[in-house]
């Protein structure tokens, strides 16, 4: 971390999200994927971050990459075995089909574009083998208008101050967190996240437009169908050819 400072951005990151249970939302997922029936698949997990998700899902399935657009999430990997590309989500690079590609912590709504979304959405499409599907999980309006204000919050992790404000948008949809983080040689880093909050609608016809269909839409971390009063939804989408 003394070579490039903004590696602080990650290592921080990684100390907010210690409150997140990845052996739970590994279980979700690892029944989610049973549940489809693919024995042994080959598996690409897109914007993973520091790859806990993925740390967890490989000792059940082996054949799993990582990917993300930050490479000093890729570097801070804990898991220096799983092997991790970076690339930009809405263009997949990759000339190799999957069984199953998946993305979570709503990082779909960091695409702020309806224009974004299906350009992403047709290259998942191209690297997805004909019997396999894309999973993911959406971030919806009752999420941001119920926790917000919540994530304003500020302290210390090994020396590092760090402050993230964050406020919901309701008219243009727009979810901003502002990081300001303070290194112990009191240089600051400024860094900021927006996600667009889409209508759940809005996924439906971006798949049928990208050549895909929801196979299923649940309420998020349950197999129950996504209502008025789900603050996540879990896509499953597939192939329609």
């Known amino acids: 971390m003394k070579n490039h400072p903004y590696k602080y951005v990650a290592f921080i990151y990684s100390h907010l ?15 989610l994927i049973d549940g489809e029936g693919i024995k042994h698949p080959s598996i690409l997990e897109l914007s993973s971050g520091l790859g806990n998700l993925s740390s967890i899902l490989s000792k059940k399935f082996r054949k799993i990459i990582c990917s993300d657009n930050s490479l000093d999430m890729l570097i801070n990997c804990k898991n220096s075995k799983l092997p991790k590309i970076c690339f930009d989500m809405r263009e997949i690079p990759i000339k190799k089909e999957f069984d199953i590609l998946l993305s979570t912590f ?34 919806l309006e009752l999420n941001s208008t119920k926790y917000a204000k919540l994530l304003n919050r500020k302290g210390e992790f090994e020396g590092v101050q760090y402050r993230q404000r964050s406020f919901y948008d309701i008219i243009k949809k727009i979810h901003t967190n502002k990081f300001e983080i303070t290194l112990p040689n009191k240089k600051k880093i400024q860094e900021t996240h927006r996600q667009k909050i889409y209508p759940i609608e809005i996924f439906f016809k971006a798949a049928d437009e990208s050549g895909l269909y929801v196979q299923d839409c649940f309420n998020c971390f349950t197999f129950d169908t996504v209502n008025k009063k789900s603050e996540r939804a879990q896509f499953i989408l597939r192939r329609i050819d």
Do not use: A, R
Not at 20 to 31: A, E, N, R, T
Not at 116 to 137: I, Q
């Open 17 to 31: 999200m210690e409150s997140i249970d990845y052996s739970v939302w590994g279980d979700y997922l690892s029944d």
């Open 106 to 139: 709503d990082s779909i709504n960091y695409l702020l574009t309806y224009k974004d979304l299906v350009k992403h959405l047709k290259s998942v499409k191209n690297c997805l083998s004909k019997n396999g599907f894309y999973t993911f999980d959406v971030s």
